[in-house]
């Protein structure tokens, strides 16, 4: 049985920083390219950032380039995202997910094969 499981998230003040992490379960972790999504309330599903499968090849939302990294530790079956410099408008529930992809990032919602469950992040200004 797949699962994804995201943690790191948690009330913080803008400007402030958190890192999640997703540890993934039951799959063979380096063949999926993995992303990290987000909704707010009232909002769509939106891609925050993707990576390759090997960690060579990254992907980012125009609004946390420069902000946010996503890495990889293979070794570790673990995802994480870096958020630096948060803003209000940061605030959602953020979602592992993974694709089974040789080439490429996880860069849209398109064909993903597994999701996690979420973990919220609330920014208060």
């Known amino acids: 049985q797949v699962q994804l499981v995201e943690s790191g998230g948690g009330l913080v003040q803008a400007g402030g920083s958190l890192r999640l992490s997703c540890a993934a379960s039951?799959?063979?972790?380096?063949?999926?390219?993995m992303g990290w999504f987000r909704q707010a309330p009232g909002k769509e599903r939106e891609i925050v950032a993707g990576?390759?499968?090997?960690?060579?090849?990254?992907y980012y939302a125009d609004s946390v380039k420069g902000r946010f990294t996503i890495f990889r530790d293979n070794a570790k079956n673990t995802m994480y995202l870096q958020m630096n410099t948060l803003k209000p408008e940061d605030t959602a529930v953020y979602y592992c997910?993974?694709?089974?992809?040789?080439?490429?990032?996880?860069?849209?919602?398109?064909?993903?094969?597994?999701w996690g469950k979420g973990t919220l992040v609330t920014v208060s200004s």
């Open positions: 990576i390759s499968w090997g960690g060579g090849a990254t």
């Open positions: 997910a993974a694709r089974q992809l040789q080439r490429g990032v996880v860069a849209s919602s398109d064909d993903i094969d597994y």
């Open positions: 039951g799959l063979t972790f380096s063949r999926y390219a």
